[in-house]
Nanobody, 119 residues
Framework: QVQLVESGGGLVQAGDSLSLSCAAS??????MGWFRQAPGKEREFVAT???????YYADSVKGRFTASRDNAKNAVYLQMNSLKPEDTAIYYC???????????????WGQGTQVTVSS
């Protein structure tokens, strides 16, 4: 069983940047994804990274967020720039074996880290 732990969340102002990290207890999975969930909303896709580094982003974060991974460190990262209040959510790191945006396809999840963007 893969254990994932996110870190790096916090309170920032609109336009600021924030970096999130996710560490796996053992070797990372074929795909590592980032999802977020705001109060009253369903968990939504943010970005996913394949083991070879290829990434795919949700339209809402394209051009602002960058996902990357370091397989040697069993870690995945999310660099968030030009943050907006609508980015406020709990951000979750997820692992799976399918390169997909579907929440249901990721069997491994971290505990989440809160990102709050003030206006």
């Amino acid at each position: 069983q893969v254990q994932l732990v996110e870190s790096g969340g916090g309170l920032v102002q609109a336009g600021d940047s924030l970096s999130l990290s996710c560490a796996a207890s053992r070797g990372g999975t074929y795909v590592m994804g980032w999802f977020r969930q705001a109060p009253g909303k369903e968990r939504e896709f943010v970005a996913t990274t394949r083991i070879d580094g290829r990434t795919y982003y949700a339209d809402s974060v394209k051009g602002r967020f960058t996902a990357s991974r370091d397989n040697a460190k069993n870690a995945v990262y999310l660099q968030m720039n030009s943050l907006k209040p609508e980015d406020t959510a709990i951000y979750y790191c997820a692992g799976g074996e399918v390169y997909t945006i579907s929440v249901e396809s990721y069997p491994y999840w971290g505990q989440g880290t809160q990102v709050t963007v003030s206006s």
